[in-house]
């Protein structure tokens, strides 16, 4: 099959076939979370870059939880405003600790926070985080935990402070008796952009989740841009015109976990079909760009990650 790209105009009307299976996601759906009792905002340790959408998304979100030193940035980012700050209470802090501040620490101890000590260094704050919203949402041992009164704060929940969380959440998995697993939409603010070891072990979570707890829906969101994991298969990708013309920018389809063979495109900018991509090749589809006025269909063979440039200042017109 030969390799093609096509280049169309900026808006056509994309047609499937009734014989072609797909998923279909609202891009939307990935940051707004109405009425999803299943939904978590993560905050991870950089500066809440994302100022007035912030808020809005923090109502959005059925828990909110920060990763150690992630309490720190929320913490600041209400400055001397302390009526906001007690009104925007995390419902977890999770990690080694060795990031968080005394007077954070102190803060949120006082206001009830749940702080969850994890000093194992074979894993990150981030993957420490992971295996407590899957425990919040999936597991009757951890809510025992956390309502028994006499495991409170000064003994770590009687979760063990090594590596506790890990092996409830792999002693869950392991049970023969499944509880009921719910899906759950994960948005983290803070795991790209800075450091590159930070920021490739946040895009590598991206795969391991949807191979691990493919229940677990991760996407990032970061000033410039929306990223989840397009994964093998077709996908309907959908948006209203109105939110596509005022906050969708570029995208990029991006085989970063391997190299990928995308199948076909429809409703790119720059379709492309048996399209074989890698890094360490350099043939890759960015600064590409929606162009499908009803949606954007991708077909491929291998995972990607996805990034979609959002304009965040107007983004809080649609939270
Ligand atoms: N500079 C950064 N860039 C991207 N993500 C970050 C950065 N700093 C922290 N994070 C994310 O926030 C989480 C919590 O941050 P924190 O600094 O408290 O964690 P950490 O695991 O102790 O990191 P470190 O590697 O510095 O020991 C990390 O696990 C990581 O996912
Ligand atoms: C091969 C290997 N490389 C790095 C670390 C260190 N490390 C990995 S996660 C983590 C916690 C960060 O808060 C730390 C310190 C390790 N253990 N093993």
């Not at 979760?159 to 049970?175: F, M, N, S, V």
Request: proline letters at 2%; charged letters at 25%.
């Amino acid at each position: 099959m030969t390799e093609q790209c096509i280049e169309n105009d900026d808006n056509v009307e994309i047609t499937l076939e009734n014989t072609i299976k797909h998923r279909t996601v609202n891009i939307q759906d990935y940051i707004t979370q109405y009425n999803n009792d299943y939904s978590v905002l993560l905050i991870l340790n950089q500066e809440i870059a994302i100022r007035e959408a912030f808020l809005k998304l923090w109502d959005l979100y059925k828990i909110r939880i920060c990763a150690d030193g992630g309490a720190n940035r929320l913490y600041d980012f209400f400055e001397d405003d302390e009526e906001l700050r007690l009104k925007h209470l995390p419902d977890y802090i999770v990690g080694d600790l060795d990031s968080l501040s005394d007077n954070v620490k102190e803060y949120y101890s006082k206001n009830h926070v749940v702080i969850i000590r994890q000093s194992t260094q074979y894993s990150t704050d981030f993957m420490k985080c992971v295996q407590l919203i899957s425990l919040h949402f999936n597991s009757q041992t951890f809510k025992t935990l956390l309502s028994t009164e006499t495991n409170g704060i000064a003994n770590n929940y009687g979760i063990t402070e090594l590596d506790g969380l890990l092996r409830l959440h792999k002693e869950r998995k392991a049970q023969k008796k499944k509880e009921t697993i719910h899906n759950i939409n994960v948005l983290a603010l803070g795991g790209i952009d800075g450091r590159f070891d930070q920021t490739m072990h946040s895009i590598s979570q991206l795969y391991v989740l949807s191979k691990s707890d493919s229940y677990i829906k991760l996407s990032y969101l970061t000033p410039t841009d929306l990223i989840i994991l397009l994964p093998s298969g077709a996908t309907l990708l959908k948006y209203s015109q109105e939110f596509k013309n005022d906050c969708i920018g570029n995208v990029g389809l991006l085989p970063i976990g391997q190299p990928a063979q995308i199948i076909e495109t429809r409703g790119l900018k720059w379709d492309i079909l048996n399209w074989n991509t890698s890094i360490p090749t350099g043939k890759l589809s960015s600064s590409n760009r929606f162009a499908g006025s009803n949606g954007c269909y991708i077909h491929t063979k291998d995972d990607l990650v996805f990034n979609i440039e959002i304009n965040l200042k107007k983004l809080s017109k649609y939270l």
